[in-house]
T-cell receptor, first 115, second 113 residues
Framework: EAGVVQSPRYKIIEKKQPVAFWCNPI?????LYWYLQNLGQGPELLIR????????DSQLPKDRFSAERLKGVDSTLKIQPAELGDSAVYLC?????????????FGPGTRLTVL | GESVGLHLPTLSVQEGDNSIINCAYS??????FIWYKQESGKGPQFIID?????DKRQGQRVTVLLNKTVKHLSLQIAATQPGDSAVYFC????????????FGSGTRLLVRP
């Protein structure tokens, strides 16, 4: 069974440019998460989707970050405009949803470098 | 790939020895705990989990111990192998945080051949 797929794996952009990351969760997983991971730290949740609904976006910097999961499957995370401090690894995870505990499975991440 | 956790606490063990990685969690209301392994350039990989109504759970070569009294979690790896070298994170999950996973600071495990 395929795991969580993310693309691109690496992205280098100049500050003030827009960037987008794509995630395809494990088939059948209703819950999708976007995390940010800074070097040397554990992942921090940005947003959680239950199907197509964003149920927790309290940690998402909404002035420049946006996310969507239009059909309740794939998701896109966008940053516009990017800042130097946005350089990090952006991880997508998915879980079955609908109960607890609900084990999350992570994709390989997209490493963003903002110059 | 780029390393995750260049400044993390490091545990160095000899191949074949047992490893113990410790984690202190923060929320006394947490009821579910997970250990993840993260290799360089990869996302966290699920290893083992435990609910708060248990104090020990065993998997293949791994054991997780939970001490709720002192809010401490440990991961024991038996007969550590070079492929076990990675950064290990514990994560906690609770109803009062809307079941959001809260990750601890990681520990880098280095296995000496």
């Amino acid at each position: 069974e395929a795991g969580v797929v993310q693309s691109p794996r690496y992205k280098i952009i100049e500050k003030k440019q827009p960037v987008a990351f794509w995630c395809n969760p494990i088939s059948g997983h209703n819950t999708l998460y976007w995390y940010l991971q800074n070097l040397g730290q554990g992942p921090e949740l940005l947003i959680r989707y239950e199907n197509e609904e964003a149920v927790d976006d309290s940690q998402l910097p909404k002035d420049r970050f946006s996310a969507e999961r239009l059909k309740g499957v794939d998701s896109t995370l966008k940053i516009q405009p990017a800042e130097l401090g946005d350089s990090a690894v952006y991880l997508c995870a998915s879980s079955l949803g609908g109960g607890t505990p609900d084990t999350q499975y992570f994709g390989p991440g997209t490493r963003l470098t903002v110059l | 790939g780029e390393s995750v956790g260049l400044h993390l606490p490091t545990l160095s063990v000899q191949e074949g020895d047992n490893s113990i990685i410790n984690c202190a969690y923060s929320n006394s209301a947490s009821d579910y705990f997970i250990w993840y392994k993260q290799e360089s350039g990869k996302g966290p990989q699920f290893i083992i989990d435990i609910r708060s109504n248990m104090d020990k759970r065993q998997g293949q070569r791994v054991t997780v111990l939970l001490n709720k009294t002192v809010k401490h979690l440990s991961l024991q790896i038996a007969a550590t192998q070079p492929g076990d070298s990675a950064v290990y994170f514990c994560a906690e999950n609770s109803m009062d945080s809307s079941y959001k996973l809260i990750f601890g600071s990681g520990t880098r495990l280095l296995v000496r051949p």
